[in-house]
């Protein structure tokens, strides 16, 4: 079974500063999906981020950007220019895609909290 | 836009309730999902269904039933409910694809207290 681990339960940034948040996962798959999503005190998810792993080139959205370690099992996101908006739970996710469903695995979470 | 719309965003029941969790997604998506959410634990999946009568347990189905007697509608039964069953439940739904563009879109949960 796929496990993700995520081992900053917490964490905080200043405005305007960049903030890395780590992921590490374990699979024996050779292709599969990796995502980050964002949970807002909505409770919304909101898809961040989403990766190949058959693509070598990290993802990129915006101010938001992974480092991609595939050897190391280690999917971080990158997140430049901080905003107050920003502050959210974020949740790294693993999809092994399959025939008859696409479920995906997820980290317990990091909260993040931007301070002006 | 997709919609994933869950019925209530927050429920108490009382211990040996039966309790009903309604989803229902407008993207005519295949797949549905429950995922049940704590600190700490992140999401858990709980039961997927990946077409209409057909259902799978998750990682942790005890305590639970699910119902797809409709493409757009996936129900979470409880059937009597426990105090230890009290967490945020998330629904999702994903196109049935392969090596496209896969990602699950979610509603925006039920608080569920069970008293």
């Known amino acids: 079974a796929q496990t993700v681990t995520q081992s900053q339960p917490e964490m905080s940034v200043q405005e305007a500063e960049t903030v890395t948040l780590s992921c590490t996962y374990d699979?024996?798959?050779?292709?599969?999906?990796l995502f980050w999503y964002k949970q807002p005190p909505s409770r919304q998810m909101i898809l961040v981020i989403r990766q190949e792993a058959y693509k070598q080139q990290n993802a990129t959205e915006n101010r938001f950007s992974v480092n991609f370690q595939k050897a190391a099992k280690s999917f971080s996101l990158k997140i430049s220019d901080s905003q107050l908006g920003d502050t959210a739970m974020y949740f790294c996710a693993f999809m092994r895609p399959s025939y008859n469903n696409n479920d995906m695995r997820f980290g317990a979470g990091t909260r993040l909290t931007v301070k002006p | 836009d997709v919609k994933v719309t869950q019925s209530s965003r927050y429920l108490v029941k009382r211990t040996g309730e039966k309790v009903f969790l309604e989803c229902v997604q407008d993207?005519?998506?295949?797949?549905m999902f429950w995922y049940r959410q704590d600190p700490g634990l992140g999401l858990r999946l709980i039961y997927f269904?990946?077409?209409?009568?057909?259902?799978e347990k998750g990682d942790i189905p005890e305590g639970y039933s699910v119902s797809r007697e409709k493409k757009e509608r996936f129900s979470l039964i409880l059937e009597s409910a426990s105090t230890n069953q009290t967490s945020m439940y998330l629904c999702?739904?994903?196109?049935?694809?392969?090596?496209?563009?896969?990602?699950?879109?979610f509603g925006s949960g039920t608080q569920l207290s069970v008293l």
């Open positions: 993207m005519d998506h295949e797949n």
């Open positions: 699979t024996s798959e050779s292709n599969y999906y």
């Open positions: 999702a739904s994903s196109l049935f694809s392969f090596g496209t563009n896969e990602k699950l879109f």
């Open positions: 269904s990946y077409d209409v009568k057909m259902k």
